[in-house]
């Protein structure tokens, strides 16, 4: 088993909406409810996820996946 930030997939909602993160070959990628992409930094996706993780914003929640095939 491989574990490597490629190999997942980071899902941020509430009921209304989903975006996805993930990293391929070129960095990190923000997928839209609306489909829209994105580039971002590591640092800027941290800035997406804490505030979820930290419970600041309890209507966000978090879902990973783990994918064995980046």
């Given at each position: 088993m491989k574990l490597t930030n490629d190999?997942?997939?980071?899902?941020l909602g509430?009921?209304?909406?989903?975006?996805?993160?993930?990293?391929?070959k070129n960095g990190w990628l923000k997928v839209s409810a609306r489909g829209k992409e994105f580039r971002m930094?590591?640092?800027?996706?941290?800035?997406h996820l804490l505030p979820a993780l930290s419970g600041i914003k309890s209507n966000l929640k978090i879902k990973v996946e783990y994918n064995k095939e980046p």
């Open positions: 190999r997942y997939t980071i899902f509430t009921k209304n909406f989903t975006e996805r993160y993930y990293k391929d930094t590591a640092e800027q996706v941290l800035n």
